[in-house]
């Protein structure tokens, strides 16, 4: 990992990366590093869930939390916990959260969801303004968004086309070819459980 970090940081020096940057910049490699039997959803259900059930469970049975909280927690739970105290006491402490972009990113829409700084008391949040950022890291949020807001199109239209569409910019797709042969493998997986698309 501390490998394809370093790659990362000497490919795109002016931002640290996240976990996420490896899927959307080298899709490549990333696919040809994961086991399609054993998915990033069974690694969690078999670690953090079934440790943190375990606990839950003792929790129950014994009728108080007594020492169980680190047990139970990680730093997403602890994050949650000052999350929750920034909107209770008003202490407007700053977040990375998920909020409509409304000029945050001064070029790009509005309407877009983005994950910035925000301070957080009991209004709400609110984001820190970042002005422009640069072409490459525009174009790689833009491609996201109009992915994610064709993926929510698709669903409310019941739009195959749109669907497609989504699938196609998918930077872990990138090749509409591919793009359909995906689309349609999960829809006959998923059955009923999906909406129709026409």
């Not at 976990?19 to 078999?46: C, F, Q, W």
């Not at 916990?81 to 790009?108: H, S």
């Not at 990138?174 to 698309?197: C, F, M, S, Y």
Request: hydrophobic fraction near 40%.
């Amino acid at each position: 990992t501390y490998g394809f970090v370093q790659t990362m940081m000497e490919d795109f020096p002016d931002y640290l990366p996240n976990t996420y940057d490896g899927y959307y910049l080298y899709p490549e490699y990333k696919a040809s590093h994961l086991n399609p039997n054993y998915t990033r959803a069974d690694e969690v259900i078999d670690g953090r869930e079934k440790r943190v059930f375990k606990e839950c469970e003792e929790v129950i049975k014994a009728g108080k939390l007594g020492d169980k909280f680190h047990a139970i927690s990680d730093a997403h739970a602890e994050m949650m916990i000052k999350v929750a105290e920034a909107i209770a006491f008003n202490t407007l402490g700053r977040f990375i959260l998920i909020v409509e972009n409304n000029g945050a990113i001064a070029n790009m829409q509005d309407d877009a969801m983005v994950e910035v700084v925000c301070e957080l008391g009991i209004n709400g949040p609110r984001p820190l303004r970042v002005g422009n950022i640069p072409q490459f890291y525009l174009g790689l949020l833009v491609q996201q968004v109009s992915c994610e807001k064709l993926l929510v199109d698709a669903y409310y239209e019941h739009s195959y086309q749109k669907a497609f569409e989504a699938f196609t910019l998918n930077r872990l797709i990138n090749d509409a070819k591919e793009a359909r042969k995906i689309l349609d493998a999960l829809i006959e997986a998923n059955g009923d459980q999906w909406p129709e698309l026409k």
